[in-house]
């Protein structure tokens, strides 16, 4: 926790001001106990350094003289008449009056005469008399001391006494206790504002630091686009420009470095994924983890060049070659295709070798056969119908006026089917180029779910009907509205349900149901008993122009763009339509959607 420069400065300041205020409240404390030691024995000074007060106590009156009186009453007497001047208050100072020869306790300033049991221990008084010391005796008291005394030996006629004077210290012990708790409070209000400042001071301090600090370790990380503010101009600012013009430095120098490697500048030429570098003798001196992952196989230093690639071309034939020439090869390899890149590279001293470029072509055959099949599948059902209303056609025009008026019309009935069949997958390839491009906008808006599955649910009655399907509608009680496209996800729930009625067997049963899933998705299933899918054929079953059986797929007027489109839709609504693995015949297809739309996804 105190390794930090933070928290050592706030640290400092804290006990300094500790020491600061233990020596001032010792101080103080100290001499306050002096101040009161001084005050008594000067104030005891003046008054029994009063001559008149002295010749009250040594002058005995007549009445002592004759016996009638006491000395030591009359003693008392002048005593309690000067008790303002000698600060006797009976709480924290008394006076005693002792026997001078046996130092016994005669009388008090407490006419109650309860001091007796109190008399304090007087024995340094009984051994100053011992010696002849009789003046002031305990002048001198200890500071350390719980008490100030003094002893002063008086005279009376033939008596001689001791006034004895002792104060128990209890006012300065209260004006200590109140000093210490003003101590105390000052100290506690005084460390606040000390730990405050110093943090603020501190901060003002290390901030400088631990930009610079991060500035270290970004240059050493090997990212100098950064430059470090330089916020004050002391010894600080100062080290923190030169550290900026440091990074400079060193960033000219690494570039200058980078652009010296002829290694780099072919790397960097011919780089898009895997690369793997052999020197002159066809030993790996350098790959990446992409070429062992393209090549499916792990590239070690003791790797040969012919292990390789050695199909491709031989290591002689790639290093005869001048930049920036370089040959070219395809292979499969892990269930990729690869274009490789091969091309020499002169390094110093006559070292070199040949660096192979790896690019995963995977992604760009596929599309490519796709386009292919695209374009082959659409050439094959635009040419069906077409074939189909020319050789109608031409027989109308062949006979015309000879055939009868049914088959006439019959074949106009034919050519209308083709050509409405034309227009279905015209606009379906519209639909789906559209989608491709982003031109088509989804237009949300909020709609009852329930309500646009009844709708679609009677819009195919009929014809499920017609095929003698048995088409059952469940829908879980209080469905929500959604947020969504209506017509494009009634489009999606017509194609999924129109492709059951179509490739179930007439006579079958055909099962709508929808219901919500948690808190933010609504589902929809439609579940038949007809054919089903193959378990090779269910993973392409969304492609386009894919079709199980393409004979009865055309025979029932199937385009095979029916679940693709639906896919497309779903998708631009961030939902997912998938297969629903399930025993026995038929098939099940899962659509589920967002409650809130595409955006508002939650886990």
Do not use: C
Request: charged share 25%; net charge negative; no cysteine.
């Amino acid at each position: 926790m105190f390794r930090s420069l933070h928290m050592k400065l706030v640290l400092i300041m804290v006990l300094l001001i500790l020491s600061l205020m233990t020596v001032v409240g010792a101080f103080l404390m100290n001499s306050v106990v002096r101040f009161y030691l001084d005050d008594f024995y000067v104030q005891m000074q003046d008054v029994f350094g009063d001559q008149v007060f002295l010749d009250d106590l040594q002058t005995p009156t007549q009445d002592e003289l004759e016996g009638s009186v006491e000395p030591v009453d009359m003693l008392k007497q002048v005593l309690n008449s000067n008790m303002g001047p000698l600060g006797i208050d009976n709480r924290t100072r008394y006076y005693y009056i002792l026997d001078s020869a046996t130092g016994a306790y005669l009388t008090s300033s407490d006419d109650a005469d309860t001091l007796r049991e109190k008399t304090p221990n007087i024995t340094h008084v009984v051994n100053a008399l011992a010696q002849g010391e009789l003046t002031e005796v305990g002048s001198d008291s200890d500071i350390t001391a719980s008490y100030m005394d003094l002893a002063v030996p008086v005279r009376r006629g033939d008596s001689s006494y001791i006034i004895y004077i002792y104060d128990s210290r209890q006012t300065i012990s209260e004006l200590n206790a109140s000093l210490f708790t003003i101590i105390v409070e000052a100290l506690v209000f005084g460390l606040i504002i000390s730990v405050l400042l110093s943090f603020l001071l501190a901060k003002t301090m290390t901030t400088p630091i631990e930009r610079l600090t991060d500035g270290v370790k970004r240059v050493a990380s090997g990212n100098f686009s950064r430059k470090i503010e330089v916020g004050s101009r002391d010894e600080i600012g100062i080290l923190t420009g030169n550290f900026n013009h440091m990074a400079r430095k060193l960033q000219d120098t690494i570039q200058e470095a980078e652009n010296e490697r002829n290694k780099l500048d072919t790397l960097f030429l011919h780089m898009t994924d895997g690369v793997v570098a052999f020197s002159r003798l066809g030993l790996v001196i350098h790959k990446n983890p992409a070429a062992e992952e393209m090549l499916g196989r792990p590239i070690g230093e003791q790797t040969a060049y012919g292990a390789l690639f050695g199909d491709i071309a031989s290591l002689e034939q790639v290093l005869a070659l001048e930049q920036p020439a370089y040959l070219s090869g395809e292979r499969e390899a892990a269930g990729r295709t690869l274009e490789l890149l091969l091309a020499p590279f002169d390094g110093e001293r006559q070292e070199g070798g040949v660096m192979v470029v790896i690019h995963d072509v995977t992604e760009q055959r596929k599309t490519e056969e796709l386009r292919r099949e695209f374009v082959a599948n659409v050439s094959h059902e635009l040419r069906t119908p077409l074939t189909n209303i020319r050789s109608y056609a031409e027989t109308l025009a062949d006979n015309a006026g000879d055939l009868p008026p049914e088959t006439e019309k019959n074949f106009l009935g034919v050519i209308l089917n083709e050509s409405d069949r034309m227009t279905h997958i015209v606009q379906d390839l519209l639909t789906l180029s559209r989608f491709d491009s982003g031109r088509s906008e989804l237009k949300l808006a909020r709609f009852s779910f329930e309500g646009a599955i009844r709708d679609m649910y009677h819009a195919v009655l009929m014809e499920a009907q017609r095929h003698g399907h048995e088409l059952e509608l469940t829908l879980e009680p209080g469905l929500p509205s959604i947020t969504a496209d209506r017509e494009r996800i009634t489009q999606v729930m017509m194609n999924v349900v129109s492709n059951a009625i179509k490739y179930t067997p007439d006579g079958g049963r055909i099962e709508v149901s929808a219901g919500r899933m948690g808190r933010h998705k609504v589902w929809l299933e439609v579940a038949d008993n007809g054919m089903g899918i193959p378990a090779e054929d269910r993973g392409r079953i969304f492609e386009r122009f894919y079709r199980v059986d393409k004979a009865r797929s055309r025979e029932s007027g199937g385009t095979g763009l029916g679940l693709s489109i639906a896919k497309e839709i779903v998708d631009r609504h961030q939902g997912e339509i998938k297969l629903v693995d399930r025993e026995g015949p038929g098939l099940t297809i899962r659509v589920e959607l967002l409650l809130e739309g595409p955006g508002h996804g939650k886990a």
